[in-house]
T-cell receptor, first 110, second 115 residues
Framework: QQQVKQSPQSLIVQKGGISIINCAYE??????FPWYQQFPGKGPALLIA???DVSEKKEGRFTISFNKSAKQFSLHIMDSQPGDSATYFC?????????WGAGTKLIIKP | DTGVSQDPRHKITKRGQNVTFRCDPI?????LYWYRQTLGQGPEFLTY????????KSRLLSDRFSAERPKGSFSTLEIQRTEQGDSAMYLC?????????????FGSGTQLSVL
């Protein structure tokens, strides 16, 4: 019940395309859902986050879609750029600790 | 640079040795977290401090691991009698401590290799 399942494991998208990464959770007590971006040799950095009282949140080219009834949420990266190539992690928080997905390695082809 | 800093960046040790890592959080942040990350996986929660109090520790964490945050400032993570399975990236993060779900600021981590 504590797991967060993330897919796909890896993703290749053409420059200018839309990158979509999906996550699913089981525990309905989770109430905070962030997405983190990680470059090699660096710690993760917060990209965007959502709480379950809204179904969508947009910040620039990044959008989270949240489906509470399905217990799923996804990250959409519009107009994907080579600089977006990184590993992306979804996470969910039941309290003060985050439960993380396994990550998606995103490659944007020029 | 006022971000989270970790020292050392890399540590190579022999099995059975003790190692200690240091984390300096963002100065005004009350909360400090330790995570462990292995290749191809998301970070795994180890422990969490609110000021100097250690409030939560993962049940999966061996008693060979201990963490401190004296005076609520920097923190140290010690691993005693290291094993090859301890090889991982150890990440420290801090946050302001104003709400339950909030942005974590991560350091660049300490990469531990146990030979």
């Amino acid at each position: 019940q504590q797991q967060v399942k993330q897919s796909p494991q890896s993703l290749i998208v053409q420059k200018g395309g839309i990158s979509i990464i999906n996550c699913a959770y089981e525990n309905t007590a989770f109430d905070y859902f962030p997405w983190y971006q990680q470059f090699p040799g660096k710690g993760p950095a917060l990209l965007i986050a959502i709480r379950p009282d809204v179904s969508e949140k947009k910040e620039g080219r990044f959008t989270i879609s949240f489906n509470k009834s399905a217990k799923q949420f996804s990250l959409h990266i519009m107009d994907s750029q080579p600089g977006d190539s990184a590993t992306y992690f979804c996470a969910a928080s039941p309290a003060y600790q985050l439960i993380w997905g396994a990550g998606t390695k995103l490659i944007i082809k020029p | 640079d006022t971000g989270v800093s970790q020292d050392p960046r890399h540590k190579i040790t022999k099995r059975g040795q003790n190692v200690t890592f240091r984390c300096d959080p963002i100065s005004e942040h009350n909360r400090l977290y330790w995570y462990r990350q292995t290749l191809g996986q998301g970070p795994e929660f180890l422990t969490y401090f609110q000021n100097e109090a250690q409030l939560e520790k993962s049940r999966l964490l061996s008693d060979r691991f201990s963490a401190e945050r004296p005076k609520g400032s920097f923190s140290t993570l010690e691993i005693q009698r290291t094993e090859q399975g301890d090889s991982a990236m150890y990440l420290c993060a801090s946050s302001p401590g104003k709400s339950q779900g909030e942005k974590l600021f991560f350091g660049s981590g300490t990469q531990l290799s146990v030979l």
